[in-house]
């Protein structure tokens, strides 16, 4: 991504300090951008579990430094496969949204070149009036079904019900071939997410939450309670829609017509610099 010219990616090694990673804090944004600094493995622990950063490619990483005992080798080895799988992420996401930038071309030329209303996830009531749902997904198991962020399963059953054609965007680190819809464990997360919401209110935090007038120009990000104190809550972090509901898989080697294709796609199910 592009911030005032300068291209970040999500997650990057310091050209100058070898001990740093620099990750952009996705909590902050849009309101804030930030850039903070993994040193350890609780570091990036914390990170991930805060979803402070996205995790999934970490797995390929550690299976890739899993083999061999001397520490320096190890540290060398992780060091070699972070910096290939950042290069693979960065082109594969460049190539998928070609593909999905072509897509979307495509049903506007059959529109007459009229404007595409796409539907990306959670405002499934506005489902009626678009002309295509692209998601994303955490992992796609080797029958096509995509496990993404939830919510994602009624929209997709709501798309079939309406005839929108239902997409899921997928880098080539998604594809897992060794495992089934029904054995994918549902992470459950912090309730304070689903309890509380964050944004960007005028003032001090005293001020707003006694009513007073905001200052002037002041801008702050709060976090509001949105039920009563007490209350309960689970936090489900996704959800499995099954192959038959999807329309097709944007890659970044092309868009998979049937998600069933996923079994003869070839995709890679071991790290690189593995054997």
């Known amino acids: ?110 529109k007459g070149g009229a404007p595409v209303r796409i539907l990306t996830h959670c405002n499934a009531g506005w489902l009626g009036m678009v002309d295509v749902v692209i998601v994303g997904s955490d992992r796609v198991t080797r029958a096509g079904d995509v496990a993404n962020k939830i919510g994602t399963y009624q929209v997709a059953l709501a798309a079939r019900d309406n005839g929108v054609p239902f997409y899921a965007a997928v880098p080539a680190s998604t594809f897992d071939r060794e495992i089934e819809a029904e054995e994918i464990p549902i992470e459950e997360r912090d309730p304070e997410e689903v309890r509380r919401a964050s944004g960007l209110a005028e003032g001090d935090t005293d001020a707003i939450s006694t009513g007073r007038a905001h200052a002037e120009g002041e801008l702050e990000i709060l976090s509001v309670l949105l039920c009563p104190e007490t209350r309960a809550a689970k936090n489900y972090a996704f959800d499995v829609t099954p192959a038959r509901l999807l329309t097709g898989l944007i890659t970044e080697t092309g868009i998979l017509s049937s998600p069933i294709a996923v079994r003869a796609s070839g995709r890679p199910s071991s790290p690189p610099g593995s054997t």
């Open 1 to 110: 991504m592009n911030v005032d010219g300068v291209p970040y990616r999500t997650i990057w090694l310091d050209p100058e300090d070898r001990t740093a990673v620099r990750i952009i804090d996705q909590r902050k944004l849009p309101h804030r951008f930030e850039i903070a600094t993994l040193r350890t493995a609780d570091d990036f622990t914390a990170a991930i579990r805060g979803m402070a950063v996205r995790g999934a490619a970490v797995r390929r990483q550690l299976e890739g430094t899993s083999r061999g005992s001397d520490p320096t080798v190890k540290r060398r080895t992780a060091r070699r496969i972070a910096e290939q799988i950042a290069d693979e992420n960065a082109e594969a996401g460049r190539k998928l949204g070609q593909h999905g930038a072509a897509l979307i071309e495509d049903l506007s030329r059959r």
